[in-house]
């Protein structure tokens, strides 16, 4: 069964603690993504993988840094949280071809205090 | 820069009426286009995708969007809506020869009985 897990789903941290995200998929599929989704501005895309260690940044990767490590884990970091970065976060992964649709994970609440 | 735009934040439609949502994008040559559904509490699910070919594509549900280059757009239709339709629905644009996707900022589809 094709699917994209995020851990955890609901987390509350205060500003300046470290934050990780995880986020797993069992299809190999060799892109992933990360997006932040805050009212009224759809999803922002954070960081782009196109495999292990090939990361990208992406509209607004400020604050934020990944890791992929496995094929089929990308975690988010978030060093030193701030409130703004208060959101749902999103994992995608998709197959490398051009113009495939990325599958999405639950989403991950994040409060930061 | 590509883009994505959705006019209406809000639309509220009766129960078994038909239904249009509206998506311009902002793209030099033809994209690859798609539609995904966001229940609440939920993460996004594909509802139909658009590869340069046919100009209308049928999705799941009773779902279609109609791809049109003169104007740059790519709207959602369905004939029937059902209460279960009350999501919100977002228009995603993928270049060709590219990986990122980029997202509309989102429309709520309210179903009045």
């Known amino acids: 069964d094709m699917k994209v897990t995020q851990m955890p789903r609901y987390l509350i941290k205060r500003m300046g603690e470290n934050v990780l995200l995880e986020c797993g998929q069992d299809m190999s599929h060799e892109t992933m993504y990360w997006y932040r989704q805050d009212p009224g501005l759809g999803l922002q895309l954070i960081y782009i993988s196109y495999d292990v260690d090939s990361n990208s940044e992406g509209d607004i990767p400020k604050g934020y840094r990944v890791s992929r490590k496995k094929r089929e884990h990308f975690s988010l970091i978030l060093d030193s949280a701030k409130t703004n970065q208060t959101s749902v976060y999103f994992c995608?992964?998709?197959?490398?071809?051009?113009?495939?649709?990325?599958?999405f994970g639950e989403g991950t609440r994040l409060s930061v205090l | 820069a590509q883009s994505v735009t959705q006019p209406d934040a809000r639309v509220t439609v009766s129960e078994g009426a038909s239904l249009q949502l509206r998506c311009k994008y902002s793209?030099?040559?033809?994209?690859?286009l798609f539609w995904y559904v966001q229940y609440p509490r939920q993460g996004l699910q594909l509802l139909l995708k658009?590869?340069?070919?046919?100009?209308v594509v049928q999705g799941v549900n009773g779902f279609e969007a109609e791809f049109s280059k003169s104007n740059s757009s790519f709207h959602l239709r369905k004939a029937s809506v059902h209460w279960s339709d009350w999501a919100v629905y977002f228009c995603?644009?993928?270049?060709?020869?590219?990986?990122?996707?980029?997202f509309g900022s989102g429309t709520r589809l309210l179903v009045s009985p």
């Open positions: 793209y030099f040559g033809t994209p690859y």
């Open positions: 658009y590869y340069p070919g046919d100009p």
């Open positions: 995608a992964s998709s197959l490398p071809d051009r113009g495939q649709a990325p599958l």
């Open positions: 995603a644009v993928s270049p060709t020869g590219g990986y990122k996707v980029v």
